[in-house]
């Protein structure tokens, strides 16, 4: 689990730090937003629009991957990278929170978790055994440990349970990905980096008892930050971040699992974190939503109708430099895919691009002021037709 990765910070203002994660598979510069490919696909994105608006690193799901496909047959066919024509890095997801989501369809032990295939309701079973293997054959440069994940307004009893769950599985994890290092190397990505996941819900307490106990276990490459963005108030998910700040390593990265909305962004990387990935973007685009420095619109409200201004005047995406939002409009009620596709490359541009700003802000030692002004303009919410 050592080489080839490697976490350089190359300058910080405040909290916020702005870096550089070497993978495997190239280099990342930090902070980061992870575009979404649940199914080995960014949603409506080809991987030569990703690499356009300078993404640098996407994240699939194992879960998914392991139902259809099949883990093995992505195995068998190169490992991600090549299945889905992607050279740059590559980030799984466990399934966790997937398992987890399948309430009235899993039961959960100490051993795992038993669940039915949300496809065709075969019975399956994740342990963090069975996880790592999984993880192996997909392929991805970083890949993250099976925890158990609750509510994010769950009880403290609720919260220990999945907190204390999560850290014994990430002993088994680390040791089955010991193993299969040194049994099965024969893999698409033989050096990969293992993230634990720091979990406790919204009680600091928790939070500083899992990372302590995370960090007894290894010299983790990175960690990730989970339980957030599943229900509980925003200002709750930001305490949250200053705990773990204040609780992990400085050295390492911080990835805070499944958060996207522009705000969150803005507002985590003062809080230190320095990866993010949400599905949000892509999911958005396909009802509408897209973002702007004024805020949060939508395609099909009626004012939009002779818009011939881009989605997004200060944005220079492909869709933006090339299309009025009156265009754009226009193909999202006549339900035409071109419509889709469009929104969503601005959004998932928009939050590439933001944290490309915040990175040099943080270079600059503006960050801070920076960020004010971008959060009181974003959700000033006004409207420039």
Not at 343 to 371: C, K, P, Q, Y
Request: hydrophobic share 40%; charged share 25%.
């Amino acid at each position: 689990m050592s080489a080839p990765f490697a976490f350089r910070i190359d300058g910080t203002d405040g909290h916020a730090r702005a870096g550089c994660f070497s993978t495997t598979h190239g280099e990342v510069l930090t902070p980061q937003f992870m575009p979404v490919g649940t199914l080995a696909s960014v949603k409506g994105l080809d991987p030569d629009d990703l690499h356009t608006l300078g993404a640098t690193m996407v994240l699939s799901n194992a879960y998914h991957l392991h139902l259809r496909p099949g883990d093995d047959t992505v195995r068998t066919l190169g490992g991600l990278h090549t299945f889905m024509q992607w050279p740059k890095p590559i980030l799984t997801d466990s399934g966790g929170f997937q398992v987890f989501s399948l309430e009235g369809l899993r039961t959960i032990d100490e051993d795992g978790v038993e669940f039915r295939s949300h496809i065709d309701g075969s019975a399956r079973k994740f342990t963090p055994e069975s996880v790592m293997r999984i993880e192996r054959n997909l392929g991805a440069d970083v890949i993250m440990q099976f925890d158990h994940v609750v509510p994010g307004q769950s009880p403290e009893p609720l919260a220990r349970e999945a907190m204390e769950r999560s850290v014994r599985w990430l002993a088994r994890c680390r040791d089955e990905f010991a193993r299969l290092c040194i049994e099965d190397p024969d893999v698409p990505t033989p050096e990969q980096a293992l993230f634990p996941i720091v979990q406790g819900g919204i009680h600091a307490g928790l939070r500083r008892e899992s990372s302590a106990a995370i960090r007894d276990l290894h010299d983790w490459h990175g960690y990730g930050i989970g339980g957030l963005s599943v229900g509980e108030a925003k200002p709750d998910m930001y305490a949250m971040l200053d705990v773990t700040n204040e609780a992990l390593p400085t050295d390492k990265p911080r990835y805070l699992m499944g958060v996207g909305f522009p705000e969150d962004l803005v507002e985590g990387v003062a809080r230190g974190v320095d990866l993010f990935d949400c599905v949000a973007p892509t999911r958005m685009g396909r009802t509408g939503a897209f973002f702007t420095a004024n805020g949060r619109r939508n395609i099909k409200n009626a004012q939009f109708r002779l818009a011939d201004l881009p989605l997004d005047p200060e944005c220079q995406c492909s869709t933006c430099t090339r299309f009025s939002t009156a265009y754009v409009r226009h193909l999202f009620v006549c339900e035409e895919i071109l419509g889709l596709r469009l929104i969503s490359l601005h959004n998932v541009h928009f939050l590439v691009t933001l944290m490309r700003s915040a990175r040099e802000a943080v270079l600059a030692g503006t960050f801070d002021g920076w960020s004010r002004d971008w959060l009181a303009r974003y959700h000033s919410k006004i409207f420039t037709p």
